[in-house]
């Protein structure tokens, strides 16, 4: 089934440049910044590494502090429980970030 809006295209584009090693999923939200969006229960946590689970959020880099990053690592502490949550945003699929995808995300661009 194809994505059905931009923010799920980018969600399949993260998934396809990590090559299926993680879990992607679509964790796109409002809150103002990363801290509010783990403690919301916005974002999964990393599930380790029988089970890696990567939050994808559109709307990371409107988030306070977060303008030109491409991905976040957030560890929440709980008792003797340490809880690790992986955060990327648009710009992880970016030309000039840190992974390509196969296809550019613009036409106007040479690959």
């Not at 994505?3 to 980018?10: G, N, V």
């Amino acid at each position: 089934m194809p994505p059905d809006s931009r923010k799920d295209q980018f969600a399949e584009l993260v998934r396809e440049a990590t090559g299926g090693s993680a879990t992607i999923l679509q964790s796109t939200n409002g809150q103002a910044n990363v801290p509010a969006a783990v403690q919301s229960g916005s974002y999964v946590e990393y599930g380790g590494i029988d089970n890696p689970q990567v939050n994808f959020d559109m709307n990371f880099n409107a988030k306070s502090g977060m303008a030109g990053a491409y991905g976040y690592t957030r560890a929440v502490s709980q008792g003797t429980d340490i809880r690790l949550y992986v955060i990327l945003g648009p710009l992880s699929v970016n030309e000039s970030g840190p992974s390509l995808p196969r296809w550019p995300l613009t036409t106007n661009k040479p690959m």
